[in-house]
């Protein structure tokens, strides 16, 4: 019961800091840092997590999210629009924008969760979001099943909006977490990302060669 009180919590937060649009990325940002530590039991307070990520990562949740957010409504214009003209060029053309936006979605899916986690720029961030994207394409296609499915389930009773996004993230979160456990704090390869530490946890001594004093507290 506690969990869902506190999905619901994430969904409302999540909900209110996306209504000027251009803080989608960083309010996405905040709900996956938040859900991740719920997965991985390192949350005391979700609210707490969900301010601390938005407040560190808003200017570059923001300069990921905005550029991401206009190529995908680029990429289902172009592909409305081919459906509604018929066959021919166009149909390989909607094949064509239907292919990047299904690349377009694998990055999306992964590239909040590791601005949440890792102290990356958004170049590297895109990157290795499609690289983990690909290793992972079972979890990745599951990923995408869920947000379907959820999608929608809120087309059909439009009311579910305040609890179902948080499902989908926290969901997704577990997905994640069990993807990145190679990559975590602790791990022998985790110089890749070179993450920063988790609350309650320090990094392996090898991470602490590479990660600079000044940042190494702050994700």
Same mark, same amino acid.
């Given at each position: 019961?506690?969990?869902?009180?506190?999905?619901?919590?994430?969904?409302?937060?999540?909900?209110?800091?996306?209504?000027?649009?251009?803080?989608?990325?960083?309010?996405?940002?905040?709900?996956?840092?938040?859900?991740?530590?719920?997965?991985?039991?390192?949350?005391?307070?979700?609210?707490?997590?969900?301010?601390?990520?938005?407040?560190?990562?808003?200017?570059?949740?923001?300069? $990921?999210?905005?550029?991401?957010?206009?190529?995908?409504?680029?990429?289902?214009?172009?592909?409305?629009?081919?459906?509604?003209?018929?066959?021919?060029?166009?149909?390989?053309?909607?094949?064509?924008?239907?292919?990047?936006?299904?690349?377009?979605?694998?990055?999306?899916?992964?590239?909040?969760?590791?601005?949440?986690?890792?102290?990356?720029?958004?170049?590297?961030?895109?990157?290795?979001?499609?690289? $983990?994207?690909?290793?992972?394409?079972?979890?990745?296609?599951?990923?995408?099943?869920?947000?379907?499915?959820?999608?929608?389930?809120?087309?059909?009773?439009?009311?579910?909006?305040?609890?179902?996004?948080?499902?989908?993230?926290?969901?997704?979160?577990?997905?994640?977490?069990?993807?990145?456990?190679?990559? $975590?704090?602790?791990?022998?390869?985790?110089?890749?990302?070179?993450?920063?530490?988790?609350?309650?946890?320090?990094?392996?001594?090898?991470?602490?060669?590479?990660?600079?004093?000044?940042?190494?507290?702050?994700?």
């Amino acid at each position: 019961m506690g969990n869902i009180f506190d999905i619901f919590i994430l969904n409302t937060l999540w909900l209110i800091c996306c209504i000027p649009v251009f803080t989608i990325g960083p309010s996405t940002t905040a709900c996956y840092y938040a859900a991740i530590n719920l997965a991985r039991g390192e949350s005391s307070s979700v609210s707490r997590d969900f301010f601390r990520s938005f407040k560190q990562n808003f200017k570059q949740g923001v300069f $990921l999210g905005i550029p991401l957010l206009l190529l995908g409504l680029f990429l289902v214009a172009d592909i409305r629009m081919c459906y509604r003209s018929g066959t021919g060029i166009y149909s390989f053309f909607m094949v064509f924008f239907a292919v990047i936006f299904l690349f377009w979605m694998f990055t999306v899916l992964y590239a909040f969760p590791l601005l949440a986690k890792f102290d990356k720029k958004n170049k590297d961030i895109v990157i290795w979001a499609f690289v $983990l994207s690909i290793k992972n394409l079972g979890r990745t296609l599951l990923m995408i099943v869920v947000l379907v499915f959820g999608l929608w389930v809120c087309h059909i009773l439009t009311g579910l909006i305040f609890i179902v996004p948080g499902l989908i993230i926290t969901c997704h979160s577990r997905l994640f977490a069990s993807a990145l456990k190679a990559y $975590l704090p602790g791990a022998s390869n985790d110089e890749e990302l070179k993450p920063l530490s988790f609350e309650g946890e320090m990094p392996s001594s090898s991470t602490e060669q590479i990660v600079d004093e000044d940042t190494s507290s702050e994700k």
